[in-house]
């Protein structure tokens, strides 16, 4: 069955550590994103990527780094800088970017609590 | 840019009573419209989407939704309630630049 998979579910960090969150999807699709969900306030566009080896700031990137090297993966690292990292993170792909092709399918979304 | 409104953060009806949850668009050219269903510590699944062919948009589980230009809204409802409705529900746009989400309306279904 094609779809996206993130690990881990769930994930503890100490503070001032580095965390990275994996994302891998086997839909072939170019486009990949990462939101951050809070309580009350939906979701924000951390970073996104319409193809391997380029990718976009989203409205909240700061403390946050990506990488895309395959199509197939778009790991995103919380990094020490990120003020308030204690979010649900999710990630998503679409065959492509801008319309006809962004439909976003979803991965089960990774919980990160900073301790 | 596009952005949503999604009018109730928090939404309640009794098991068998109609759903509707409401959602108003801006946006600078024809939109596209999408409405996703988030169950708890899971991610969003898409329940239908419009882009222009039909106004009335039928999705799964039941759920349906209008695009009425003249109203800018893409309001999702559903006839009857069932209580495995209960959940939080997202819309979004496209149209110039990325998809944009709204807040998110939880659904609350009384037995």
């Known amino acids: 069955d094609g779809g996206i998979t993130q690990s881990p579910k769930y994930l503890f960090r100490k503070e001032g550590q580095n965390v990275t969150l994996s994302c891998e999807q086997n839909?072939?699709?170019?486009?990949m994103y990462w939101y951050r969900q809070d309580p009350g306030q939906g979701l924000r566009l951390i970073y996104y990527?319409?193809?391997?080896?380029?990718?976009q700031k989203g409205d909240i990137a700061e403390g946050y780094s990506v990488s895309r090297e395959k199509k197939e993966s778009f790991p995103l690292t919380v990094t020490s800088a990120q003020k308030n990292p204690t979010a649900f993170y999710l990630c998503?792909?679409?065959?492509?970017?801008?319309?006809?092709?962004?439909?976003?399918?979803f991965g089960p979304g990774t919980r990160l609590t900073v301790l | 840019a596009q952005s949503v409104t999604q009018l109730g953060s928090h939404v309640s009806v009794s098991e068998g009573a109609l759903v509707l949850l409401r959602c108003n668009y801006s946006?600078?050219?024809?939109?596209?419209l999408f409405w996703y269903v988030q169950y708890p510590n899971q991610g969003l699944q898409l329940l239908l989407k419009?882009?222009?062919?039909?106004?009335l948009v039928k999705g799964i589980n039941g759920f349906e939704a209008e695009f009425k230009k003249s109203e800018t809204s893409f309001h999702l409802t559903k006839p009857s309630a069932h209580m495995s409705d209960a959940a939080e529900y997202f819309c979004?746009?496209?149209?110039?630049?990325?998809?944009?989400f709204g807040a998110g309306t939880r659904l609350t279904v009384k037995p």
């Open positions: 998503a792909s679409s065959i492509g970017f801008g319309r006809d092709k962004d439909t976003q399918y």
């Open positions: 839909l072939n699709h170019d486009a």
């Open positions: 990527s319409q193809i391997v080896n380029d990718f």
């Open positions: 946006s600078s050219v024809p939109p596209y």
């Open positions: 419009y882009t222009s062919a039909a106004t």
């Open positions: 979004a746009v496209s149209g110039v630049g990325d998809m944009r």
